[in-house]
């Protein structure tokens, strides 16, 4: 078994059970590291967040020719329950990464898209897992270690085990920023603490680590916190945040609303921002206090300037986008996407209609460009109580819907909206004036950013939960969750090009 193999962990909400036996293999050479750069380097595109790429030829006149340059066929039985791949490919230079759902990474030609190397590994990640790549080095993570390869030969540099009793999974991309890696650990009840931490990009080392809980758990009952989705990292070096929610969500007979972690239970559910080169805690805001319905605020921060003022932008599970200023901390606006009933305040005794529900709200990222923020929703309602803890799958995913918004990012006024057929578990995701939308029944639809007008559509051949990127002239979409739309799904990753 590879040495950064392990057993299959449980689902994403789910205890991950501890790594043991005989410890990964240790670091061998090194590479410096700086900021990623790329035509998309990393998940977000950026260390911004943006998701967004003017350098492009994919715009509004050219999107409708786009034509599938190659596929690359990934084994769907060496994924997770939430299919074969989760992550977003990333692309540098003349190569694609990417990484499936068993945490093993390929590069592939951005020509052929055949491959030049992978490393196969047996370690199932729900995710979102994902890789980013600086300067010849690759960093990724499995669900319970990151680890950096040689990005020209897949040969493995460092590694370091992160998970422990109270830090019980690894399921974000790393992002790499003056020399240092970020990565997390997310936390489960009972008695779970996810952490932030940056490492060496060289050696893979901690520098620091920042727990996502301030306080104690007033019970053992208790646990959450950690990052689901990359960090942001400013011009000065600054490190923004979305923290996991608390749990158990809703309770039980004997600790009703969340009574298990009484309290904020800070800083779940909020933004927080650190001085990357210390980890100190700048300043942060809370979104939810005292969350009972999983309202995990998760997204990655999107960092932007308008009329020169400084924001961030985040967004999560609870349906709400919030800006704020990035020099005085006060929030600037906050705007309200998709469905919202009893959303706020505690639980009722007896079940009732929440939205969003369970896996509704924002779920994965959004993306920025000229003026405007592009926000995908999952309408999902779910019957939730103050004396339960359902599933998070009590509803079906295939029962969901899905919108995307855009909102004016000085005033947070909605631009425009449009309903999707199915849920938009990928990112939104920018090409010039062109803004693209996967949904897990494996369609993927491109709307003008000027005003919502679809512009392309095409049907994948799997159901799709990653996100995608953009290129120079391609954009890499993938392809492999279980959605009941295809019988026999084909799980694989797809560039289209432009026609020429």
Known sequence: MDGLARPPVLRRRRLAALLAGAALLALLTAAAATAAAGPWATANGTVTSTRALAATTISSSTVGGLRVRWRFALNPRRGSGFGAITANPVLRGDTVYIQDSSSSVYALDVRTGRPRWQVTLAAPNDGPNGLSVVGSTLYAATDTTAFALDARTGRRLWSHLLVRPDEQFVGVTPVIDRGRVYVSTQGFPPGGRGALYALSARTGKTVWRFETIKEPWPTAQAGGGGLWYPVSVDESGNVYAGVANPGPWGGTKQLPNGAAFAGPALYTDSLIVLAGASGKLLWHDQVTRHDVRDYDFQTSPILATLGGRKLVFGAGKAGRVIAWDRVTHARVWAQAVGTHAHDL??????????????????????????????????????????????????????????????LDAATGRIAWQRRLGSAAFACATVARDVVFVPTYDGTVEAFSTADGRTL?????????????????????????????????????????ETYR
């Open 345 to 406: 305040g505690p639980l009722p005794p007896t079940p009732t209609r929440v939205c969003p529900g369970l896996l509704g709200g924002v779920e994965t990222p959004m993306a920025f460009a000229a003026g405007r923020l592009f926000v995908p929703v999952v309408e999902l309602c779910m019957d939730e109580s103050a004396v339960t803890s359902p599933s998070a799958f009590k509803r079906s995913p295939v029962e969901a819907k899905g919108a995307v918004y855009a």
């Open 456 to 496: 392309w559509r095409t049907r994948l051949r799997a159901g799709s939960n990653a996100c995608p990127a953009v290129g120079s002239d391609l954009l890499v979409v993938a392809a492999g969750a279980p959605h009941p739309a295809f019988p026999q799904p084909l799980a694989e990753v797809i560039a289209f």
